[in-house]
Each structure stands twice: as structure tokens, then as C-alpha cells.
């Protein structure tokens, strides 16, 4: 049995070549994975009565074993096959000098890889075919398929710069003064063709292929090759495309928007892809084709009657229906967002692409949500719809859409980049990172704009508002980096030329010097000339302001129903890292369920209180320490008692002393005499204690859980803090949930210490004001050495583990995390990393040692909370990572809690697994 079927498939060998047209598709159904994003989006089309030239699509399989044999022998008769199918349907035939069938070849991988892969239009087009449809058609048509042929062939199979045909064609419109291609008339066009002809000739060597099939082959062999482009390389790299997927290639009959003032091209979007409303939305050219559209020679006009009279709707009422009707079909069949590419030739109108239209978070969020409403999509299906990364834009600031707007039609756009960075900052141009550091101390905010960046230039993105490039790419050093400070940044602007000895940039026909304003819209990647007012965002006037009401924002509205539909999908607990009040009630508004990480040490940088904590460090026994600290009780306990009042029974975590006390010490001369004059004592005594505690690698010296072992008063103290303020709260009918966090524990020992400490301490305090509070105990997790020793310090009465990732990444690779910036961006350029380990966790190398900790932990302690507090806790990607290893919570800043829930919900939704990126 199982041989005959073998023996089977080898006599019928499988289908690679499937044909659409005439309401019929071969491949409806069979998807992105064989028919690539374009080729499914035409067999779905149409299978659904939606007029589609005919055609036909080559199997995504046979892209990788061409590439590997360099052959399409075997491929042809299934080809002959199909294309003589295409003839049947449009009643031309391919070669035909009379009346020739004309194809497109179009490539298209199972993902939209937007300008990586070629097309090649009017192919078919040979010189004797070219009088033929002069003929029939009109010498200028006729004449205008020719040159773009021509221009796309050489370009792509022949590989002669396009930019040398240009060159020709902008000369002869620049002698007949003709302000776009749409108005060379014929004779020019012929002049064009010849020297386009010529060039070819002198370039290869030969004259242009003349023979249909020639050029079809040579076209076809072209599209899958180009999956091997280094454009395309990269931007897999980028976006994480595996390489093996390879592109399909669909070769289609031509429909011609250029046949005169009745036909049109032109794209849409099923909804505003900026803001999301539902409103049909896009531009045609009239007389046009391909890409004219966006490429920018003439001035696209709006599909929807907008009182200029030249919209598609009044001026070509017909098709403008039936594309209303198209629009309607697709979104029901897709459940999503389209976006459309079409052509109307001589009224009639063809659609040649469909796909799902990227969009902003804004666009995202609005979307998901009423689809959801509209019954399209399921409540579920909405929250996969939005990336958790998109809700970062609509909590960035913004430019008021009127001020942008005047900008904008005030002529005042420069260019438009990458956006890097979401935000919108305004500040004086610097053009090197030192100017920038100078310039930002004169209180001025400051935009630096370079060609890149490196790793000298740190100094200047920090020091500015704003961050433009005009070279480079999402993984640009620019991008990373700013992605790290959390800046507004563009990159990759382009238009815009840097003149460095001048301190001057240009663009367009505008200029700007150095300290002239300048606005970045990293979530648009405009770039404006002058100074742009911002404003929160609309989600935190509602939230955190106050100022907008809420019933007056629908985005809001949107934003809170996305969010409550990811609380009831996700497993994971999302807690925030907040150090004061103000962090923590920011931190509740957002939906934390609890503080994951209170930080101490924050709290002892406030004005009166640095004095205090300096007496402590200089003292010189532990009774003058205690003296000292006593100062400090009362104002730790504010603080704690303030974050109770916000959390409420929710549990804050809350860690000891973490870091070297040197860093509380003033290190200037001058500051150290004011300092020792304030303590009351020598500077020269001040002096010493400095030199006593500086030390060489200070973040692997004396800080840390290793404080409270030495010093056992600090840690005491911090201890009895919390727990007399848990007191008050209780008194004031509040119910907190303290845990006490110990930094930095590397073994047993240490906790065990420490945890009877602050067990004895709790006892203390809870004799002294008779309320027994409860609470845990717990560790960090952050030494590679705690991580393997998981177990026995789980044993040892340890109720949770925090793992501490940023200390983790920094011990596991041996990276010091503020010194990284020197080569961090080379290694994640050049590929030597995947990502930034600081910014997405290393799930080989330090999420094992994570993995290892939950095991053992749980092995020991059944019911060990575990959760994260390093700045991973608020990456989706990462997040995904602690959802499948079985964390319980994370937590991250309070700005990040809305994606970190998004996010974790994705990864419930998913299924679970380690993600796929591992
Ligand atoms: P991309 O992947 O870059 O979008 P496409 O294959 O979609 O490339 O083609 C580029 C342009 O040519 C698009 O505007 C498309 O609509 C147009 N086009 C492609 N095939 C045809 C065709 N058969 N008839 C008319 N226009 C076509
Ligand atoms: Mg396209
Ligand atoms: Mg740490």
C-alpha cells in the first residue's frame, strides 16, 4: 500500500503552476506558505467574483531549488500550460505582433517584503509587438508600455542602473518643458524608446531580448533571484524571516491604467490607516500605471469626493462603486484591515493586489476594537491584532494634529524617515554630539541630527530631546540606542544632506543651521522645520491628568477594553517597578497589579536626607550609625506609608540597600569641603572615608545584600520602616501586603542571615504596636551563582524569587551595562548578537539560568512566587520567554505596564511556547 502511493506521487509530480481567472483559482485556499502574500491575496480575490486579471503562480518551493540548481527546465510545460489558459481567457495571444498578450511578473514571499523584490511590467512587449498595438491602441500608449518596459527589464534581469534610463527620460522632459511623463507626446516617447535601446546595446554588449519567452524566463529566473538580493538579506535579518521560505512568482496579464484620461491607478486602504476611523481612504493617478502612484511625479488625487470635484467618486462614479463594493467583500473575507492596489481601464475596473494593511498603534488599537464590535473578529482575535510594542505610541507625547497640519501645508515638512522612536520632541539643531552636551546646558532642548551615530555620540543623544539620522536603518546604532533612553528618533532620512563644516542640513528647497528649531515625529518619522508645541498624549490626559474626560475619548475607550480583554486571556501577573507615590499611583492607573521592585536607595538622594544618610556612612561605629539612621526611620517610613496608601492589599516589593555606598559621597574637591562642613567634620576625615570605600569594579564590590551582612543596623533599619508604616496603614484601615526584597544574594548563608533579621525586626516592631502583620521574604535572583543554587536557598524559607535581569545579563555575559554602549551596537550590527541583551533577554544563555532557578526552586518550594524585575519585564518578546518558563508575575515601569499586559496575553494566546525566535 504505502509503496503504490509512493510510486504514485512520483508519476504524478506535484502541482507547482496554478492558475487564476474567470472567477476561478487553482491555489484558493492553499495560502501564503505556497502562493506567497501576493499570489494567495489573487486566488482569494478571485474565488470571490472580484475581477482579477488572469494569470498565474509558481509555487514558493521552487524558489530555493532554482536557487540551488539554477534550472527552470522542468518548470516549462506547466507554464506553457498556464499562460496558454491566460491567452484562452483574454483572447490575446503571448508574442502576438498583432495583438499581443502583455504580462506583469511579480514577485511576492509569503510575508510583504515592501520594495525588496522587483516587477516587471508590459513584458511581452517586443519591438514587432510594439506596432501592433500602436495600432490597435494608440502610438503613444503603445509607446509608454514600451519605455517602462524597457526601463524595469534592464533594471532588474539585465541589471543596468534604472537611474541611467531617467537620466534620458528627464532630459527629453526638461527639453519639452513637459512637467510630468504624462505629457511627452508620442514622437518623444519614440526618441526615449530608441535611446533607451541604444543604452541597453552599449551596456550589454547585445540588443534587447526580442523573443517573448526569452524575456519571460529571463524575468522569472530574475524574481527569484532577487530573494537573494542583499536589500532582501537584510531586511529578513530584520524582521526575522527565515531564509527558506523563498518567493512565489506570479506572472499576470496587464490591465492598463495608462490608456488615456478613462483609466487610473491607484491604492486604498479599507480604513484610515493613520487614525483607524472607518472611512474608505486612498489616491489614483488618471492615465497611469504601476507605481506612479507613489513614486511621486504628480500629485495623486483622493478617492473620496472631498469638494475638489477631481476625486475618483466624481469623476469616475462607475468603478469608484464597484471599488466600494470590492472593499466590502474583502474586509468580510479577510477580517482585516486591506490594503489595495487597483486599475481602471477605460471604466472598467481590476483589482491586482489585496493584503493586510499596516498600520499605526492608534490605527491598531481603534481597529481591533471595532471589528471586535462590528462582529467581524472575536473579542479574543481583537487582542492579537494590536502589537503590544504600538500601544508605546499612544502614550508618547504628541504634536497637536492642528499646529502639525499648519506645518506640514506651511511647506515646512523636510522629510520623512524611519520613525525609531515614538514621541514627538522640538529642539535647537546640533550637529555633533558635543555641541549637542553644550548646547543642552543652557536649558535648551536640543535635536541632534547626524548622518549616524556611533558610540562617541552617546553623550549627545542623551543629552538631546531628539535624535535624527539621515542614513541607517531600524537597527541602526541611532535606533538602538534611542530605543534604549526611550528618545524620539528618526532615522534614515534621506532627503535630507548634512553639511558638517557648514553646521547646515538641506532638504527639498528648505535649509537650517545649526540652533535653528527643528520637530521629530518618531511615530510618523516627519521631520519639520521650527519649533511644534507637544502634549501628552490622549490617553494620559485621561489617565494621569485628569484633564479629558473620559467618555470624551473614544481611543481611550478603545485602549481600556483592549486592555481588560488581554487581563482576562493572560496567565502572567503584571506588577510595575515604582520607587515614590507618584510612581505608584502612575503604576495602579496603568492596571499594575502591585509593586514588583520599590527601590530604596531613590529615596535617600531627597534633599534633607542626603546629609543624614552621609552621616551614617562616615560614621565610624555602630553606634554613631545608629545615631544616623535613627534620622532616617521617620522619612523611609513616609515614603513607605505614602506607597501603601496607593497599592492598597496589593503586595509591594520592596528592596534593601542595593547599591555601593560611595555613591552617596560627593567626589569633587570642592563638593567634599562643603560636604565635611555640613557633617561637622575635617574634610580631610571625609577625604578618607572616600578613598576607604571607592573601590575598582564597585557593581561586583561591597553593595548589595553584602551592605546588610556588614552593616546589619542599614538593613534593620530599612526593615523596621516598612514595617512600622505597614502599622500605620493597618491603623488607617488599609490592608498592605509588604515583601522585603534582598539584593544580590549569591548564597544560602547570606539569606538565611538576613531573612532572620528581618524576621526578628518584624517581631519587634509588631510587639511594640500589637498588630501582627504579614509578609514574605525574599531574594533576588541575579548572581549566576544564586541561580544555580536555586534549591537550597528556596529552602531555606525563601518565599519568592525576583529575578533581576539586568544584574543577571550584565554577570552572565560579562558585560558591564554602562559600558556596553562602546560595542553593543557593532556586536547586534554585524550580527555577533540577535538583539540587545539588556533590552530582550539572551533566552539561550541567561534565560537557561532562569529556566534552572524556576525548576529547582519550585522543586524545593512548591509554592515559591516567581516573578522578574529587570528591565526585561516590560519586553513583549522577553515576556513571552517568562510566560512559557512558568514566572508568575513581571514587572516593569509604570509606562510600560499597559504593553507588558498586552503582551502577556499574546503569549497565553499563543500557546505558550518558548516563542519562536528562540
Ligand atoms: P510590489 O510588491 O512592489 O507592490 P507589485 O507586483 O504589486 O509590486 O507591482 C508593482 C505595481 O505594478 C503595482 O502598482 C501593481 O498594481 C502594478 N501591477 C502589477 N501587475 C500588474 C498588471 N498585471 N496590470 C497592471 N498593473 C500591474
Ligand atoms: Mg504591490
Ligand atoms: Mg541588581
Same mark, same amino acid.
Given at each position: 500500500m504505502a509503496t503504490t502511493e509512493r510510486a504514485a506521487e512520483r508519476a504524478v509530480p506535484a502541482k507547482r503552476v496554478f492558475f487564476f481567472g474567470n472567477g476561478h483559482a487553482e491555489g484558493a485556499g492553499l495560502g501564503k506558505e505556497r502562493l506567497g502574500g501576493k499570489g494567495a491575496g489573487l486566488a482569494e480575490m478571485t474565488a470571490l467574483g472580484i475581477p482579477v486579471p488572469p494569470g498565474f503562480t509558481i509555487d514558493t518551493s521552487v524558489c530555493l531549488d532554482f536557487l540551488r540548481t539554477g534550472d527552470l527546465e522542468g518548470l516549462k510545460p506547466e507554464v506553457e500550460d498556464a499562460l496558454a489558459r491566460?491567452? %484562452?481567457?483574454?483572447?490575446? +495571444?503571448? %508574442?502576438?505582433?498583432?495583438?499581443?498578450?502583455?504580462?506583469?511578473?511579480?514577485?511576492?514571499?509569503?510575508?510583504?517584503?515592501?520594495?525588496?523584490?522587483?516587477?516587471?511590467?508590459?513584458?511581452g512587449?517586443?519591438?514587432?509587438?510594439?506596432? %501592433?498595438?500602436?495600432?490597435?491602441?494608440g502610438e503613444?500608449?503603445?509607446?509608454?508600455?514600451?519605455?517602462?518596459?524597457?526601463?524595469?527589464?534592464?533594471?532588474?534581469?539585465?541589471?543596468?542602473p534604472r537611474s541611467q534610463f531617467e537620466e534620458i527620460l528627464t532630459r527629453k522632459k526638461e527639453e519639452r518643458g513637459a512637467k510630468s511623463d504624462a505629457d511627452l507626446e508620442a514622437a518623444d516617447l519614440r526618441w526615449v524608446v530608441d535611446r533607451f535601446e541604444d543604452l541597453v546595446r552599449q551596456r550589454s554588449g547585445a540588443p534587447f531580448p526580442d523573443d517573448p519567452r526569452e524575456q519571460l524566463w529571463g524575468a522569472i529566473g530574475a524574481v527569484f533571484r532577487s530573494w537573494d538580493n542583499d536589500r532582501a538579506k537584510e531586511y529578513r535579518r530584520l524582521y526575522r524571516i527565515p531564509e527558506d521560505w523563498g518567493t512565489a512568482v506570479n506572472v499576470q496579464a496587464m490591465v492598463f491604467g495608462n490608456r488615456g484620461e478613462r483609466s487610473a491607478t491607484g491604492v486604498a486602504f479599507t480604513r484610515d490607516p493613520a487614525t483607524g476611523e472607518k472611512r474608505f481612504y486612498g489616491e489614483f493617478l488618471p492615465n497611469a500605471q504601476g507605481e506612479d502612484v507613489v513614486a511621486g511625479i504628480r500629485t495623486p488625487r483622493p478617492l473620496v469626493a472631498d469638494g475638489s470635484g477631481t476625486s475618483l467618486e466624481e469623476t469616475m462614479p462607475e468603478p469608484y462603486a464597484g471599488l466600494l463594493r470590492v472593499r466590502d467583500l474583502l474586509e468580510k473575507a479577510f477580517r482585516d484591515m486591506q490594503d489595495l492596489e487597483f486599475t481602471i481601464e477605460e471604466g472598467k475596473l481590476y483589482l491586482l493586489q489585496t493584503r493586510n494593511g499596516k498600520r499605526t498603534g492608534f490605527a491598531a488599537v481603534r481597529i481591533a476594537d471595532e471589528m471586535a464590535a462590528e462582529g467581524l473578529i472575536s473579542e479574543k482575535e481583537s487582542v492579537t491584532r494590536v502589537e503590544p510594542e504600538q500601544l508605546v505610541q499612544l502614550l508618547a507625547p504628541i504634536f497637536p494634529t492642528k499646529e502639525k497640519e499648519a506645518a506640514v501645508q506651511g511647506g515646512r515638512l523636510l522629510a520623512k524617515g524611519l520613525p525609531a522612536g515614538p514621541g514627538a520632541a522640538s529642539g535647537r539643531i546640533a550637529f555633533t554630539a558635543d555641541r549637542a552636551v553644550e548646547m543642552a546646558r543652557t536649558g535648551d532642548p536640543v535635536v541632534l541630527v547626524r548622518v549616524e551615530t556611533s558610540p562617541e555620540d552617546i553623550a549627545g543623544m542623551n543629552a538631546a530631546v531628539g535624535i535624527l539620522t539621515t542614513r541607517g536603518g531600524a537597527t541602526s546604532h541611532a535606533a538602538v540606542v534611542a530605543r534604549g533612553m526611550g528618545k524620539t528618533c528618526v532615522v534614515g532620512a534621506h532627503e535630507i544632506s548634512v553639511d558638517d563644516s557648514k553646521r547646515e542640513l538641506r532638504a527639498r528647497n528648505l535649509s537650517a543651521k545649526e540652533g535653528d528649531f527643528l520637530s521629530v515625529d518618531g511615530t510618523s518619522g516627519?521631520?519639520?522645520? %521650527? +519649533?511644534?508645541?507637544?502634549?501628552?498624549?490622549?490617553?494620559?490626559?485621561?489617565?494621569?491628568?485628569?484633564?479629558?474626560?473620559? !467618555?470624551?475619548?473614544?481611543?481611550?475607550?478603545?485602549?481600556?477594553?483592549?486592555?481588560?480583554?488581554?487581563?482576562?486571556?493572560? +496567565?502572567?501577573?503584571?506588577?510595575?517597578?515604582?520607587?515614590? /507615590?507618584?510612581?505608584?499611583?502612575?503604576?495602579?492607573?496603568?492596571?499594575?497589579?502591585?509593586?514588583?521592585?520599590c527601590r530604596t536607595e531613590h529615596m535617600f538622594f531627597g534633599e534633607n536626607r542626603i546629609v543624614a544618610v552621609r552621616e551614617m556612612i562616615v560614621a565610624e561605629n555602630e553606634a554613631d550609625r545608629r545615631t544616623a539612621l535613627a534620622k532616617l526611620l521617620p522619612m523611609q517610613r513616609?515614603?513607605?506609608?505614602?506607597?501603601?496608601?496607593?497599592?492598597?492589599?496589593?503586595?509591594?516589593?520592596?528592596?534593601?540597600?542595593? /547599591?555601593?555606598?560611595?555613591?552617596?559621597?560627593?567626589?569633587?574637591?570642592?563638593?567634599?569641603? *562643603?560636604?565635611? !562642613? *555640613?557633617?561637622?567634620?575635617?574634610?580631610?576625615?571625609?577625604?578618607?572615608?572616600?578613598?576607604?570605600?571607592?573601590?575598582?569594579?564597585?557593581?561586583?564590590g561591597h553593595r548589595g545584600c553584602r551592605l546588610g551582612i556588614t552593616f546589619p543596623e542599614i538593613y534593620e533599619i530599612q526593615v523596621r520602616a516598612i514595617f512600622e508604616a505597614a502599622a500605620e496603614a493597618r491603623r488607617a484601615g488599609q490592608n498592605p501586603n509588604p515583601e522585603v526584597m534582598i539584593p544580590l544574594i549569591g548564597t544560602k548563608a547570606e539569606f538565611e542571615r538576613l531573612r532572620a533579621l528581618t524576621d526578628e525586626t518584624a517581631r519587634r516592631v509588631s510587639s511594640e504596636t500589637g498588630l501582627d502583620i504579614s509578609y514574605r521574604v525574599g531574594t533576588m535572583i541575579e548572581i549566576p551563582r544564586a541561580a544555580l543554587r536555586a534549591s537550597e536557598i528556596a529552602a531555606a524559607n525563601c518565599d519568592f524569587f525576583s529575578f533581576g535581569t539586568n544584574d543577571l545579563t550584565q554577570m552572565t555575559f560579562g558585560y558591564s551595562r554602562d559600558d556596553a554602549a562602546s560595542f553593543l551596537p557593532t556586536y547586534i550590527e554585524t550580527g555577533i548578537l540577535p538583539d540587545d541583551p539588556f533590552a530582550t533577554i539572551d533566552q539561550e544563555g541567561v534565560g537557561e539560568l532562569v529556566a534552572l532557578a524556576v525548576k529547582r526552586g519550585r522543586e524545593a518550594r512548591h509554592d515559591l512566587k516567581l516573578g522578574v524585575c529587570g528591565e526585561h519585564g516590560g519586553d513583549p518578546r522577553s515576556i513571552h520567554f517568562f510566560h512559557s518558563v512558568g514566572l508568575d508575575y513581571v514587572s516593569c515601569s509604570p509606562f510600560r505596564v499597559a504593553v507588558a499586559r498586552l503582551a502577556a496575553a499574546h503569549a497565553a494566546l499563543s500557546g505558550g511556547g518558548v516563542s519562536s525566535t528562540a
Open positions: 491566460v491567452e %484562452g481567457s483574454t483572447g490575446r +495571444k503571448f %508574442g502576438d505582433p498583432a495583438n499581443p498578450l502583455l504580462v506583469s511578473v511579480r514577485s511576492g514571499a509569503r510575508s510583504s517584503m515592501p520594495g525588496m523584490m522587483d516587477t516587471i511590467l508590459n513584458l512587449l517586443t519591438s514587432r509587438a510594439l506596432d %501592433g498595438l500602436a495600432k490597435a491602441s503613444r500608449f503603445a509607446l509608454d508600455c514600451r519605455r517602462r518596459f524597457l526601463q524595469m527589464y534592464s533594471d532588474i534581469v539585465l541589471e543596468i516627519e521631520v519639520m522645520l %521650527g +519649533k511644534l508645541p507637544t502634549q501628552p498624549s490622549e490617553i494620559l490626559q485621561v489617565l494621569i491628568d485628569g484633564s479629558l474626560p473620559a !467618555g470624551k475619548s473614544p481611543l481611550f475607550g478603545a485602549f481600556t477594553r483592549l486592555l481588560e480583554r488581554a487581563d482576562r486571556a493572560r +496567565k502572567l501577573g503584571v506588577r510595575a517597578n515604582a520607587d515614590t /507615590p507618584t510612581d505608584a499611583r502612575v503604576a495602579r492607573l496603568f492596571g499594575a497589579q502591585g509593586i514588583g521592585l513616609e515614603d513607605f506609608v505614602g506607597i501603601f496608601r496607593e497599592m492598597g492589599e496589593r503586595p509591594v516589593t520592596i528592596r534593601l540597600l542595593d /547599591p555601593p555606598l560611595h555613591e552617596f559621597l560627593p567626589h569633587e574637591e570642592d563638593a567634599v569641603a *562643603e560636604t565635611a !562642613g *555640613e557633617l561637622g567634620i575635617p574634610p580631610e576625615k571625609l577625604r578618607e572615608r572616600v578613598r576607604a570605600l571607592s573601590e575598582m569594579n564597585p557593581m561586583l
